[in-house]
């Protein structure tokens, strides 16, 4: 008999512990939680860039250079358009020199580092820059990193220099000026 008290003394201790493990089991499944949080992104209106007026130079005699300023009606006129405020890259890819459409003859043309200004209020008229509405006078080679996109717009106007040669060939000259504008996410 004493045998058999002490098998089942350990059986009882064997439910006991069992009953303790499946208790602290319990207790720690009560004690968790669950939280589902949300993950939520909003795609702005793509930026679009328009060459909106050439750089003019109109007629041009040999051998005399003609410049236009980027705050005269004949400058290039760039209208860009996005996401209202903003933060925009811009970066202009600019010729070195326009040439005829047959390739026969080509002419310098040269960008000063006051040639490009930027206006926030995408007015697009370079006559009526006054400084207080974005960047004016600066290098298109460098633009600034700060701008950001106006509530109507954001126009940029470019000017530039023509050099044509003593024994320059007479024709149309032409030449690509390339504006890549990007968000920055600012």
Request: net charge negative; charged share 10%.
């Amino acid at each position: 008999m004493f045998k058999e008290k002490r098998v089942h003394s350990g059986f009882a201790l064997a439910i006991v512990v069992i009953a303790a493990l499946a208790l602290l089991t319990v207790t720690a499944v009560r004690s968790q939680e669950v939280a589902i949080g949300t993950a939520t992104a909003t795609v702005l209106a793509a930026v679009t860039v328009t060459a909106s007026g050439a750089l003019a130079f109109g007629n041009v005699f040999q051998g005399v250079p003609k410049t236009v300023a980027n705050d005269n009606g004949s400058a290039g006129i760039f209208s860009v358009t996005g996401q209202a405020d903003a933060g925009i890259t811009l970066y202009f890819q600019l010729p070195d020199y326009l040439a005829l459409s047959d390739g026969s003859d080509r002419m310098t043309i040269s960008f000063s580092a006051t040639d490009c200004s930027v206006d926030t209020t995408g007015a697009g008229d370079p006559t009526g820059m006054n400084g207080t509405k974005g960047w004016e006078d600066t290098n298109p080679r460098s633009l600034p990193g700060t701008i950001q996109i106006g509530s109507s717009g954001t126009s940029v106007y470019v000017g530039g220099k023509v050099t044509p040669s003593l024994n320059q060939s007479a024709g149309s000259y032409s030449g690509d000026i390339i504006l890549t504008v990007s968000y920055n996410g600012t």
